[in-house]
């Protein structure tokens, strides 16, 4: 941004952006990239020859490329500069009066190490630990060249995606999902594009699975389970999640499972399929979802940490738990043998099962000692 679009003063806490990196990350400049972040964080954009009356200033180089975290940790932390490895100094925290010689200083590559009382590594700054995320990785500080953009956007898209999760999410789905995630990126399709996609799928899913198509009905899930991976990685890349967006993605994942089982066991009645005990597998099914959910929302109520979060075995229970991914799974294989109504009561068992595991889940942590139900990644 030109110095002739900024405001001639400015009262902090305000954000300047140094330097010039051309390469762009997930069809961003650096500089795009830093706006959004400084906009996400309420930190007013500046530019060089702004005049700072008040209030701090972060100064940053945009020739590196900064996990959200770190910005929105420094802009908390006055006195303060972040260093990389080697310990050169990429961003700062000074006050108004410092600001004109900070930007000057990290602009021309001086020292700035008299501009800051402390002088932090990003691990320093940020955590190793994630709890929106579930998982354990140093946040992102890494220099952007040409060379390096291809490895910094892999950096980034594994810095989006969950630890915790089910099997196909975590072991299948991550390189296609990086590479349909930087297309959606360069064509400016946003995360909420790309769940309405996904939406329009559910509703065929539930049309196919109900006539008995099984077999297109697989397909159309399936991809929509893969466009549920890249909405959310896209939004989380390119800096663009919203309120509405998070509604809208979470609120369609959380309700349409139940509705594909339904469809499920009315389309195995109409291929002509006899299954003992057909409604209670249905009503084991629809209300397991609904009790694990509720168990789930228990176990964060009492102990302010996710269940599946809390013990290695959590973490590895996830990844097969009777959730939409792992259902499709045994529902896909049925199919292959010709036997969806076998399948139908295998994911009845297998969701009966885990009511019981999410169940004494929630007795252990009750008898745990106080205090002792903490993340396992967080340690």
């Known amino acids: 941004m030109s110095a002739e679009n900024q405001p001639n003063e ?225 939004a989380r890349v390119t800096l663009t999640s919203s309120k509405w967006g998070n509604v809208f993605d979470h609120g369609i994942d959380l309700v349409h499972p139940p509705f594909w089982w339904w469809a499920w066991y009315v389309g195995v009645g109409a291929a002509g399929f006899t299954m003992p005990h057909g409604q209670l597998a249905l009503a084991v099914i629809v209300g397991g979802y609904v009790l694990q959910r509720v168990e789930e929302g228990i176990f964060l109520a009492l102990f302010k940490v996710e269940m599946h979060a809390w013990r290695p075995f959590d973490s590895f229970f996830r990844l097969i738990t009777a959730r939409r991914n792992p259902n499709l799974i045994l529902l896909t294989l049925a199919v292959l043998v010709g036997r969806p109504d076998i399948g139908f009561l295998a994911v009845a068992i297998w969701t009966a099962i885990c009511l019981i595991v999410h169940a004494a889940q929630i007795l252990q942590g009750l008898a745990a000692p106080k205090g002792a139900v903490v993340s396992w990644l967080s340690r």
């Open 10 to 234: 400015a009262v902090g806490p305000s954000a300047v952006t140094v330097g010039l990196a051309k390469t762009r990350l997930w069809g961003m400049t650096s500089a795009e990239r830093l706006s959004r972040i400084y906009r996400r964080l309420g930190l007013v954009e500046a530019g060089p020859e702004t005049v700072f009356i008040a209030g701090d200033v972060v100064v940053v180089d945009a020739g590196w490329v900064f996990d959200e975290s770190l910005i929105k940790a420094l802009a908390g932390r006055p006195g303060v500069a972040l260093v990389d490895e080697a310990g050169r100094v990429v961003a700062v925290n000074v006050p108004a009066a410092r600001a004109r010689e900070a930007i000057v200083r990290l602009d021309t590559g001086e020292d700035v190490t008299a501009l800051a009382a402390t002088r932090l590594t990003a691990l320093e700054l940020g955590s190793a630990y994630n709890s929106a995320l579930r998982k354990r990785e140093p946040p992102v500080l890494e220099r952007l060249t040409p060379e390096t953009r291809v490895a910094v956007e892999k950096r980034l898209f594994q810095g989006s995606y969950k630890g915790v999760t089910d099997l196909v999410t975590k072991y299948v789905w991550p390189t296609p999902a990086r590479i349909v995630t930087r297309w959606c990126a360069l064509a400016k399709m946003t995360p909420n594009q790309v769940t309405l996609i996904g939406f329009l799928l559910v509703l065929a899913a539930f049309g196919l699975f109900w006539t008995g198509q099984w077999g297109w009905g697989l397909v159309c899930a399936w991809i929509m389970t893969f466009l549920d991976t890249v909405d959310g990685k896209l």
